[in-house]
């Protein structure tokens, strides 16, 4: 079964400062990885998605992300952000098999100060 | 294009009330449609999943069902809410294999 660590329940970042979010995932095949956004009150947003191919992908609103197979990681950057970016983030791995389970993490709440 | 429903936005209801959230899909056809459940401050639990009309599978063994009596329409259901059913409800629905996800707006129960 799948499994998805984000070890950051919320983090702060002053606006224009770069952004990087951690997501740590287990899976013993191939993992289709995604990371997503929630504003508050509100359905989840895709930021991004890896299936295969080029490690680093390019996201809307300026995200990118980068697969280490090694690390079993998958973490969100985003060079510079903007007081519009606090929300919350989950990263997701989906499996090949059995409905296409997708399994989120507990997600990382960005707050953005001036 | 696509569009995903998802009915009532807020609900408010005593314990040992029925339960009916109702999600429907339109602009394509034999989706794979997903119930997850958001708690305060929590990450996203699956609930159950559907590959096709009249197949469900249940993640986790609660006090809740589902259905799917058409192709585009699923249901999540309780004969009797508990307190901890209070949360944050969102159906989603996938077309390929591998594909992301597609979240409607989602149901906010409370439970009292």
């Known amino acids: 079964a799948q499994s998805v660590t984000q070890p950051d329940i919320h983090i702060t970042v002053s606006e224009g400062a770069s952004l990087e979010l951690r997501c740590n995932y287990s899976y013993g095949a191939t993992p289709y990885l995604f990371w997503y956004v929630q504003s508050p009150g509100q359905g989840l947003q895709l930021l991004l998605k890896?299936?295969?191919?080029?490690?680093l992908v390019q996201g809307i609103k300026g995200f990118e992300a980068e697969f280490k197979r090694s690390q079993s990681s998958f973490n969100l950057r985003k060079p510079s952000v903007h007081w519009s970016d606090a929300a919350e983030y989950f990263c997701a791995v989906g499996a090949s098999t059995g409905g296409f389970k997708t399994i989120f993490g507990a997600g990382t709440r960005l707050f953005v100060k001036a | 294009s696509q569009t995903i429903h998802q009915w009532p936005a807020t609900l408010v209801q005593p314990v040992g009330s029925p339960l009916s959230l109702e999600c429907t899909v339109e602009g394509t056809s034999n989706p794979n449609l997903y119930w997850y459940r958001q708690a305060a401050g929590r990450g996203l639990q699956l609930l159950f999943y559907s590959v096709g009309i009249g197949q469900i599978s249940s993640e986790v063994p609660q006090n809740l069902s589902a259905s799917r009596p058409q192709d585009r329409q699923f249901i999540l259901s309780s004969k009797k809410l508990l307190l901890s059913d209070s949360g944050f409800y969102l159906c989603?629905?996938?077309?390929?294999?591998?594909?992301?996800?597609?979240f409607g707006e989602g149901s906010r129960l409370t439970v009292l």
């Open positions: 890896y299936f295969s191919g080029d490690t």
């Open positions: 989603a629905w996938r077309e390929t294999s591998p594909g992301e996800l597609f």
